[in-house]
């Protein structure tokens, strides 16, 4: 009786075996759909590489009133000197936004009198210089100033061309304005934007963003969206805008349309930003 016993466990300890074997996730070059493989603790390092901006404008209409307007998103450093974030950070020149009682939010003629962009670290921040916007695809590129030194963003830029529904983000950023990096679970869930959605840029742009769900929230726009391939972290997308603070549904600028841009249509980017995203290798972050 006892034999029989021990041959039952040993049974179902095969079978259990086998079946594990063939439901291990096992490397195969594609975008993972699970967190299974990952280094919890190099999360970390993407962190660190993840930052707040605050755009401060002043606005005067055309009767010569004053309106301030303030901003807030996440961005990532780059190339251990550049930061990577949202075109919307930028205010638009020629219109301002104002509340109305019993109207809502409108719209009026108005011209820029002055900007400052900062990070948020501590008061009054730290001023960051404006070198490109690209409004069409939704990004903007900032310089920190010679003396800031910060880390990089440690790991390879994705392919988002390879991305597939289902497949696992993490989503880095300051949702609400918070005053730490927060961390949290999506999945792609659309491979470009619906018709219903419109796009920063236009009509004519949605393959070069894709949705995501359980993720972006308000204050995530230009932080990093990071896919997992066989393991391994990557740059796939820059969160860009979502639903309202209480549908989690976001959309986000596909990498590879951010890296053409940079590389091809940006006149004002220096050659070390171009390489860094010419390069499929992980970046090496900056002492600090």
Known sequence: ????????????????????????????????????????????????????????????????????????????????????????????????????????????????????????????????????????KDFAIFELPPNVVLPSFPYAMGKSVDLKTGNFLYVFGYPLSLSDVNVRPGIVSGLS?????????????????????NGIISGDSGGPLVAIRDGAYEFAGLSSSNADPYVVLGAAGRIDAIREAILNDCPECPDELKDFFKTDEPAKPAEY
């Open 1 to 136: 009786m006892k034999k029989i016993g021990v041959f039952v466990v040993l049974v179902f300890i095969a079978i259990v075996g086998i079946g594990a074997y063939f439901y291990i996730p096992s490397p195969d070059g594609e975008y993972d759909n699970n967190n299974v493989l990952v280094d919890p603790a190099a999360m970390d390092r993407i962190k660190a590489s993840v930052v707040r901006i605050v755009s401060a404008t002043m606005f005067e209409t055309q009767d010569g009133a004053h309106y301030p307007d303030s901003r807030s998103v996440s961005g990532t450093v780059v190339a251990e000197k550049y930061i990577l974030t949202v075109a919307h950070v930028v205010a638009p020149d020629g219109e301002f936004e104002v509340m109305v009682p019993f109207q809502g939010r409108v719209t009026m003629p108005a011209k820029k009198v002055s900007e400052w962009f900062f990070l948020w670290y501590a008061h009054p921040g730290i001023p960051i210089k404006l070198i490109h916007v690209d409004r069409v």
């Open 193 to 213: 934007l619906p018709f219903e959605w419109n796009p920063p840029g236009g009509e004519l742009l949605r393959e070069d963003f894709f949705m995501v769900s």
